[in-house]
């Protein structure tokens, strides 16, 4: 009997050896592969070492960068992979701190961009890659979750309010033409310009980010969408010296919930149609959000080109606004400085912009404000239930070119 009983489990032994289950996910941490958790030496080559193995990995592997401070330089991490890689993030990312930070740690590209960077003009680098820290290029499946990332942007920010000649500066993280991509519990600080670019992406969630530079430093916007389609923001606290979100040209299905927002530019669809031939924006919707203290609130912004660019498709409900300038804003006027509007008239097609249930403080006399192109109306723009006083007094609505209507609780009075 014993001996059967042997028998049986050796038996059983075999069989689980036989169909065993997959090993533990293979974890390479950073530090194991040489990284110095001290901030003393640039940590992309033993990241790029842990990103190579994890993206060759046939079962989903993860990366770990564990605590601790990591100097890193411009890097880029390729896919497409084997499997879906998570990058698990305990410290801090660290961008190379010299003006042009990490632009400037690779030699003399970033110095031939001369002054030519444009400090000055609020959201005007439109380009939203024109140098770049950490990307994430062509991956299908990716988690990024935790972790500090420090752009180190403040000598940027120096040289440009002393209107030297400056580097570009450089976007913090990238992701461009990837897909199912989540980034999470991400904070991101002081990147030199845009902290968040998603370009080229489909299906990308970024939950419960934190974002913040100081409401002086020039075109740090918070999470910059362009070209990409079901991209969703969940869930974040956004402080920079630019838009909060900023949406570019062909992104559609984007849905953004529960933002805070400010200080900043706030949340804007633009500035779209500074070229002539441009991809239109379907389909953004903005809920539970606050403003406070933003230069806009919820902005659409064209330039005043001819363009075939259009916004088709949005739907701003649930949001409060506290001491807001322009907290409802359409803009098809923009030109500043250096570029020719000839006929100073947006081509960019305005159609279905829904507001719904906004309150709050303006902190400019109109607060509701549809300055729509001559030549392309807006079309079917829709208030319901809007109550925004400006200080204690009434506020004002102003329409121009514009068709529309409004219903529910109005004040100030629609102009539509
Ligand atoms: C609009 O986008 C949302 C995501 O925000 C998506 O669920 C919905 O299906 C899209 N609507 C259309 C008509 O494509
Ligand atoms: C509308 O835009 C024009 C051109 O930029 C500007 O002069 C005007 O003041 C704007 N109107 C409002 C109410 O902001």
Redesign the pocket.
Known sequence: MEKLEQTFFFLLLLLLEFFQLPPAAAVYDVVELGAAADGSADSAPPLLRAWDLACRSPLPAAVHVPVGRFLLSKVTFKGPCRSPVAVKIDGTLVAAASHGGAAASHGGAAASHGGAAASHGGAAAVDPIPERWIVFDGVRGLSITGGTLDGSGAALWACKAARRSCPTGATSLTLSNSEDVVVAGVKSVDSELYHVVVHGCRRVKLQSLQIAAPASSPNTDGVHVQMST?VTIYGAAIRTGDDCVSVGPGTA???IERVACGPGHGISIGSLGKTYEEEGVT?V?VTWAVFAGSSNGLRIKSWARPSTGFVKGVFFQHVLMWDVQNPIIVDQNYCPHAVSCPKQDSGVRISEVRFNDIRGSSATPVAVNFNCSRSSRCTDIFLQDVKLTFGDRPAKSSCSHVDGAASGVMSPPSCL
């Open positions: 079901a299905d984007l849905f389909n919707t």
